[in-house]
């Protein structure tokens, strides 16, 4: 069975930076594309990013591009995501999640997330 766990979430204060991890497990990684999605207090989800199988394309949701950076690094099975100039507006709940083939073909695995919370 898939497992897909979150960490690095946390308080933060405007300006600052965190770096989100998924380790997975249960799956052949590199076989597949992966993305983050969030869900900020009282709203629905938002895609933020996702990236392909190998690494070599990305894409992001145009109010975190140039301030996050999502990779991978396969040999360890881990999914990242750097945040960097974060906002108040980009507190939410991270969700890491599977594709079950590309960048367009949906998801089939969540994490349980972690929170980001950014305030002064």
């Known amino acids: 069975e898939v497992q897909l766990v979150e960490s690095g979430g946390g308080l933060v204060q405007p300006g600052g930076s965190l770096r989100l991890s998924c380790a997975a497990s249960?799956?052949?990684?590199?076989?597949?594309?992966m993305r983050w999605v969030r869900q900020a207090p009282g709203k629905g989800l938002e895609w933020v990013s996702d990236?392909?199988?190998?690494?070599?394309?990305?894409r992001y949701t145009d109010s975190v591009k140039s301030r996050f950076t999502i990779s991978r690094d396969n040999a360890k099975n881990t999914l990242y995501l750097k945040m960097n100039s974060l906002k108040p507006e980009d507190t939410a709940v991270y969700y890491c999640?599977?594709?079950?083939?590309?960048?367009?073909?949906?998801?089939?695995?969540w994490g349980k997330g972690t929170v980001v919370t950014v305030s002064p």
């Open positions: 999640a599977k594709s079950p083939g590309g960048l367009y073909s949906g998801t089939d695995y």
């Open positions: 990236i392909s199988n190998g690494g070599g394309t990305t």
């Open positions: 249960g799956s052949t990684f590199s076989s597949y594309a």
